[in-house]
């Protein structure tokens, strides 16, 4: 496999693949996807580097992103790389003060934005960032006449012509290594946000790692892009499948991912942890309503996977005779059926990372033929640092390190790494560098774990345990992942530190819950109402208290208050990868959470 930087990277494979497609996208404002051949992909990231060089965008200059999921960044970003300039991406959610400080911060003269809320967003900051100096808007629908704004049409035709082809061509053959090609703020659970800068070489091992690594991609797969390109796990995922040939389709807009799965039916698709738990949830909710022979056929062919793929295949065993035949038989009936509904019947495998994948909702995964992927990484580690194997896995682990990657896991527990894919340090933060390496050179992660032998295993953030008054150490993320597999619970939060036993925040899922609660004369016009419930809120605790079995008593949830209204990022109480922001929550409800220690 050849490798080029990323500035040449769209080039080299548009010199082999030409007319073939290397991008497809729903049109705005319709349901025609449209493709884009990696021919007129090349020529759009000439006309854009073009342009950059016509407004003096200068080699080292840092260019921000401010956008959905769109064929204009990946044009946009790789046009930036083409003139040794840095890609700046901000998420397509993030407030004003959010952008004021990363504009500000990044030194950011010219601003790509998406769609009418990023330009708004924008527009709010620009008197307070004094070296913001020109706007451009992807989206041809959104108007403004201000004169610091200006249409993407309007600047392809800065480019035109290529009339400064000579300077690109010269900065894109003078691109090393060292190069820095990406700021990447980090949305946090905590604190403000910093630029983890990844640099030309953190992308080059790191696609020399999936390739040895990740060997059953190809450019036979259709990848689903879904997750924010803002983010290193869907950023540095589309790269290597550029890399690698592979079509790219992509989903502008999350709530539009499960039509856009219908219409792909891609082989292969990133996606968080909630995405599957929402499947586990549905399956288990269809089976729940299902009664006698089907409800058993359901049941079974889920015992047969799981015993076929997991006690045997995970394990280098041969399955017997009859459980082969079992399973055949389930492939071709529910299996296959339940892949089909959900759009990923040519499914080849599903990268999962950003947050624990609870143990049950891979088992199930795994149990149906859906070859899901469990990985851990970092924005600092260019994305993955490990993940499981598609045949020999450990459920419980987030998989065997990868090549060329070192780990190392200090006394304390914290995981530690080294290796050509971290990031040389944070942006502007010379005190956040000092403390987040060892004095040999180690990156301090801020994870606990622990190895075995190659196979690594995560307890849970540092930053994240939980002391209770008690003086015993609670890993809240573990307690929640096993509890938000329950059909009941959309989310949840466990709250612990310095109290005297483990309670929880918890939205439940009103589908559910309303269809339960109709079902016993409980009134469920009023959710808030339906929440303070004696006998909802009775329900779901028992269900809680199955679910925890297996923690130590001191781990268990003794208490829980149901929400009305879930947790979201306009209220800064999720990240904008979907984490739960404990300190915002805890501010948010401070009373609530003192009332369920009153006694």
């Given at each position: 496999?050849?490798?080029?930087?990323?500035?040449?990277?769209?080039?080299?494979?548009?010199?082999?693949?030409?007319?073939?497609?290397?991008?497809?996208?729903?049109?705005?404002?319709?349901?025609?996807?449209?493709?884009?051949?990696?021919?007129?992909?090349?020529?759009?990231?000439?006309?854009?580097?073009?342009?950059?060089?016509?407004?003096?965008?200068?080699?080292?200059?840092?260019?921000?992103?401010?956008?959905?999921?769109?064929?204009?960044?990946?044009?946009?970003?790789?046009?930036?790389?083409?003139?040794?300039?840095?890609?700046?991406?901000?998420?397509?959610?993030?407030?004003?003060?959010?952008?004021?400080?990363?504009?500000?911060?990044?030194?950011?003269?010219?601003?790509?934005?998406?769609?009418?809320?990023?330009?708004?967003?924008?527009?709010?900051?620009?008197?307070?960032?004094?070296t913001l100096k020109g706007i451009i808007v992807f989206d041809r629908h959104v108007t403004c006449d201000a004169d610091c704004v200006m249409t993407m049409d309007r600047f392809k035709s800065l480019g035109e012509g290529m009339p400064c082809a000579a300077l690109v061509e010269g900065r894109?053959?003078?691109?090393?290594?060292?190069?820095?090609?990406?700021?990447?703020?980090?949305?946090?659970?905590?604190?403000?946000?910093?630029?983890?800068?990844?640099?030309?070489?953190?992308?080059?091992?790191?696609?020399?790692?999936?390739?040895?690594?990740?060997?059953?991609?190809?450019?036979?797969?259709?990848?689903?892009?879904?997750?924010?390109?803002?983010?290193?796990?869907?950023?540095?995922?589309?790269?290597?499948?550029?890399?690698?040939?592979?079509?790219?389709?992509?989903?502008?807009?999350?709530?539009?991912?499960?039509?856009?799965?219908?219409?792909?039916?891609?082989?292969?698709?990133?996606?968080?942890?909630?995405?599957?738990?929402?499947?586990?949830?549905?399956?288990?909710?269809?089976?729940?309503?299902?009664?006698?022979?089907?409800?058993?056929?359901?049941?079974?062919?889920?015992?047969?996977?799981?015993?076929?793929?997991?006690?045997?295949?995970?394990?280098?065993?041969?399955?017997?005779?009859?459980?082969?035949?079992?399973?055949?038989?389930?492939?071709?009936?529910?299996?296959?059926?339940?892949?089909?509904?959900?759009?990923?019947?040519?499914?080849?495998?599903?990268?999962?990372?950003?947050?624990?994948?609870?143990?049950?909702?891979?088992?199930?995964?795994?149990?149906?033929?859906?070859?899901?992927?469990?990985?851990?990484?970092?924005?600092?580690?260019?994305?993955?640092?490990?993940?499981?194997?598609?045949?020999?896995?450990?459920?419980?682990?987030?998989?065997?390190?990868?090549?060329?990657?070192?780990?190392?896991?200090?006394?304390?527990?914290?995981?530690?790494?080294?290796?050509?894919?971290?990031?040389?340090?944070?942006?502007?933060?010379?005190?956040?560098?000092?403390?987040?390496?060892?004095?040999?050179?180690?990156?301090?992660?801020?994870?606990?774990?622990?190895?075995?032998?190659?196979?690594?295993?995560?307890?849970?953030?540092?930053?994240?345990?939980?002391?209770?008054?008690?003086?015993?150490?609670?890993?809240?993320?573990?307690?929640?992942?096993?509890?938000?597999?329950?059909?009941?619970?959309?989310?949840?939060?466990?709250?612990?530190?310095?109290?005297?036993?483990?309670?929880?925040?918890?939205?439940?899922?009103?589908?559910?819950?309303?269809?339960?609660?109709?079902?016993?004369?409980?009134?469920?016009?009023?959710?808030?109402?339906?929440?303070?419930?004696?006998?909802?809120?009775?329900?779901?605790?028992?269900?809680?208290?199955?679910?925890?079995?297996?923690?130590?008593?001191?781990?268990?949830?003794?208490?829980?208050?149901?929400?009305?209204?879930?947790?979201?990022?306009?209220?800064?109480?999720?990240?904008?990868?979907?984490?739960?922001?404990?300190?915002?929550?805890?501010?948010?409800?401070?009373?609530?959470?003192?009332?369920?220690?009153?006694?």
């Open positions: 496999m050849e490798y080029v930087t990323l500035s040449n990277l769209i080039h080299a494979r548009a010199s082999f693949y030409g007319p073939r497609p290397a991008m497809r996208h729903r049109e705005s404002g319709t349901a025609e996807w449209k493709s884009i051949s990696w021919d007129e992909f090349a020529s759009l990231v000439d006309v854009c580097a073009n342009a950059m060089a016509v407004l003096g965008i200068e080699e080292g200059e840092r260019v921000g992103v401010f956008s959905q999921n769109m064929p204009e960044v990946l044009c946009v970003n790789f046009a930036i790389y083409s003139n040794r300039a840095v890609a700046v991406p901000l998420y397509a959610t993030s407030s004003s003060a959010q952008v004021e400080y990363i504009v500000n911060d990044a030194g950011i003269r010219y601003l790509f934005v998406g769609e009418q809320y990023q330009l708004d967003t924008a527009m709010q900051v620009v008197s307070s960032c004094p894109r053959a003078k691109v090393v290594e060292t190069d820095l090609v990406d700021i990447l703020y980090t949305s946090g659970t905590t604190g403000e946000p910093k630029g983890v800068m990844l640099i030309q070489a953190n992308y080059t091992q790191a696609f020399v790692n999936h390739d040895e690594r990740l060997t059953e991609l190809s450019d036979r797969d259709v990848a689903m892009d879904f997750l924010p390109l803002t983010h290193i796990f869907e950023r540095a995922w589309t790269y290597f499948c550029f890399h690698k040939g592979t079509l790219v389709c992509i989903n502008t807009h999350p709530a539009d991912i499960m039509s856009s799965i219908s219409d792909i039916r891609p082989t292969v698709m990133c996606a968080v942890p909630r995405f599957w738990e929402k499947v586990y949830a549905a399956v288990k909710n269809k089976i729940s309503q299902s009664r006698g022979p089907a409800k058993m056929l359901m049941y079974n062919a889920i015992a047969v996977g799981k015993a076929y793929n997991i006690d045997y295949r995970s394990r280098g065993l041969r399955p017997p005779m009859w459980l082969s035949l079992a399973h055949w038989f389930y492939d071709k009936t529910i299996y296959s059926r339940l892949k089909r509904v959900i759009g990923i019947e040519r499914g080849n495998f599903f990268p999962t990372a950003g947050a624990a994948v609870p143990d049950k909702v891979f088992e199930f995964c795994r149990a149906v033929g859906i070859r899901l992927i469990v990985g851990y990484g970092l924005t600092e580690s260019t994305a993955t640092v490990s993940f499981t194997d598609f045949e020999h896995y450990v459920i419980g682990s987030v998989g065997e390190v990868m090549p060329n990657v070192m780990v190392r896991v200090a006394d304390d527990g914290e995981i530690l790494l080294k290796g050509a894919t971290i990031t040389p340090g944070y942006y502007n933060k010379p005190e956040a560098n000092d403390s987040a390496f060892t004095c040999d050179g180690w990156f301090r992660t801020g994870d606990a774990g622990r190895l075995d032998g190659n196979v690594l295993y995560l307890t849970d953030r540092l930053k994240d345990l939980y002391k209770t008054s008690n003086g015993k150490y609670i890993a809240p993320q573990a307690i929640e992942s096993a509890v938000v597999v329950d059909r009941f619970i959309d989310q949840i939060c466990v709250i612990a530190d310095r109290r005297k036993y483990v309670s929880a925040l918890i939205v439940p899922d009103f589908g559910a819950v309303e269809a339960y609660a109709r079902g016993r004369g409980i009134d469920c016009s009023d959710k808030r109402a339906l929440v303070d419930d004696p006998a909802i809120i009775a329900m779901i605790m028992s269900r809680i208290e199955r679910l925890q079995r297996n923690f130590a008593h001191y781990e268990q949830i003794k208490r829980i208050t149901l929400l009305p209204e879930p947790f979201t990022m306009a209220k800064g109480e999720l990240t904008n990868t979907l984490k739960v922001r404990r300190q915002v929550v805890a501010e948010h409800y401070a009373g609530v959470i003192d009332r369920m220690y009153e006694d």
